[in-house]
């Protein structure tokens, strides 16, 4: 059975505006995490967080597992390696610059942040593996 050519553009033209909005997403959300981070305690943002009652353990396991979760779903394996160690050391860093903001500097949150990357990664993994088309 042969795929009609203008299928086939069809679908890399969805495919490629998929990524795209992937990618704007990313980055939004990459900025959603720096704000975050560096929010003062006293922030409405960080107040309205604190209400949900989860540990901020968890908001930083959801944060990192989105970091890496959208790339992982269409980037090359190479560049999402690459954009796991990113978004690690984006962790650390933004747990080192906590205290200029009036927040703690914490151990647990950047192991917290590096078990969100790996659950996402894992998540994204498993869905690209079992979300492949069949021949």
């Known amino acids: 059975m042969t795929v009609e050519p203008s299928l086939q553009v069809g679908h890399s033209t969805f495919r490629r505006r998929g990524r795209n909005i992937l990618r704007l997403l990313w980055t939004a959300w990459i900025a959603a995490v720096v704000i975050g981070s560096l ?5 409405a943002a960080i107040d309205l967080l604190s209400k949900t009652g989860l540990s901020d ?5 959801f944060a990192y597992a989105l970091l890496a979760f959208l790339p992982a779903l269409h980037e090359d ?3 999402v ?5 990113f978004a690690c050391a984006l962790g650390i860093t ?7 903001f009036g927040r703690s500097y ?7 942040d590096v078990a969100g990357i790996l659950l996402g990664l894992t998540a994204a993994l498993l869905i690209r593996r079992f979300a492949r088309p069949r021949p």
Do not use: G, I
């Open 81 to 85: 390696v690459s954009l796991a160690f």
């Open 106 to 112: 914490e151990l647990p949150d950047m192991a917290a």
């Open 94 to 100: 933004l747990e080192f610059l906590q205290p200029r």
């Open 77 to 79: 394996r190479d560049l």
């Open 39 to 43: 929010l003062p305690p006293s922030s």
């Open 57 to 61: 353990k968890f908001d930083h396991l």
